[in-house]
C-alpha cells in the first residue's frame, strides 16, 4: 500500500471539487451557472490590494514570525475587543493560512488518536475530515431537526458526549444552514462543555454575514469559564471578499495557541508576508464594504428563497445567516427523467448540471442527504437565469 491508512481514508472536497468543475467547464465554453463556490463575488476592496501592493514593492517579502506579524495580531486582538467583547491579548492569538488552516491547527493539538469530536450535522466539509487527518474520531449528530434550523440542542450533545469527548465544532452563522445561534441556545451548551470539560471550537467566519438586524455573539464572550476551553477561529476571507489571500487567525487560551504555533513552525511557517500586511489593512480600515456586501446577499437570499419554495419538490428554509441557500428536495426523489430516476441529492445535482447547466454541491457533502447547497454569492443575473434553470428542468420531471 503506497498512501498511508490515514490519508486513505479522507475524501477530496466535495465544495473545492464541485468550484473546479464548474471552472473547468467555463473555461471549455460551456455556459453553466455555478452555484458551487462558496466565497463572496465581489472584488477584495481596492485599498486592502493596495496594501499588499505596498507591501511586495517595500519588499516585505521574506518570512515573518511564524505566528504571524505583531502588528496584525494585534489588530485582531483589538477586532476582539471592539466587535465581540473579547478579551485576548496578542499572545493568545494565531494567524494562519485561512480559517481552514488554523482549525487544522486547533484539532491537531487537541486531539489524541482515539479521541472524539462533536460535529452537529449538517456540518461545512472539511469538519469531519480535519478530524480524521488529527487521529481523532467524528462523532456526527445526524438527529439535529430542520424545524429547529438544524441547530445543536444541549440534549443532544449529551446524548453524543462520551468518556472520550475531547471537542465540539460549533459554526454560528452556519455554512451550508445559515442558522445562528441565539444566547440562550449558546449558554446552555457552553454550559455543558464546562461541566464535563469539553473544548469548544467555534468557527465564527460568518460573523457578519447576519440578517434581520440579528447579532453575532462569540461563544468566548459568555463567561469565563467558557473562554478557556473555547478556540474562536475566524478570518478575513468572508468578511473582506479575500479568499485567495488565505489569513484566518484562531484566538484561545495560551498554552493551545503556543502548541498550535509550534505545530505551525514546522508545517508552513507564516502565512504569506504580503497577505498579512493587506488582513493588517481590511482590519483596521473602513468597515463599509461589509455593510455593503451583507446588503446584496440579503436581496439575493430572499429572492433565491422565494424562488426555491416555488420549484416541485423543493422546499427552503429562510436561511439567517451566511450565504447559502439549503433547500430539503427530497420531494423530487422519485421522479424521471428519460427513464432514469432521481434517487438522491447526487443524482439530482447530475441532473442539473447536465440538463440545466447548473452547479449545485448535494447535501451529502455536509452530511445531509435530502438537500442541495446553493451559494447565492453570486450576480443577481446569475442567481435569476440559474433558478430559470433549474425551475424548468425540474418541472419536466415526471
Ligand atoms: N469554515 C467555514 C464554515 C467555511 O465555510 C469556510 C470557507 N470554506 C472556512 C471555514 C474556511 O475559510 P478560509 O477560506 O479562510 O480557509
Ligand atoms: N467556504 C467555501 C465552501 O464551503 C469554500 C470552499 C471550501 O473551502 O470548502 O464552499
Redesign the pocket.
Known sequence: MIISKRASSISP?M??AI?AKEKQMKAAGIDVIGF????PDFDTPQPIKEAGIAAINSGFTKYTASSGIPELKKAVSEKFKRDNKLDYAPSQILISCGA?HSLFNALFVLCDEGEEVIIPSPY???YEEQVKMAGAAPVIINETREENDFKLTGELFRQAITNKTKALLLNSPC?PTGSVYEREELEELAGIAVEKGIYIISDEVYEYIIYDGKRHLSLASLNPQIKDLTITINAVSKAYSM?GWRIGYAAGPKEIIDAMDNVQSHSTSNPASMAQKAALAALTGPQECIGFMVAAFDKRRRYIVERLNKIKGFSCRTPAGAFYAFPNVSGAFGLRFNGKTIEDSFSLTEFLLDQARVAVVPGDAFGAPGYLRL?YATSDENIEKGLDRIEEAVAGLE
Open positions: 472536497s465544495t473545492l468550484s458551487g463556490a462558496g466565497e481552514k461545512w466539509v472539511s455554512n479568499t451559494s
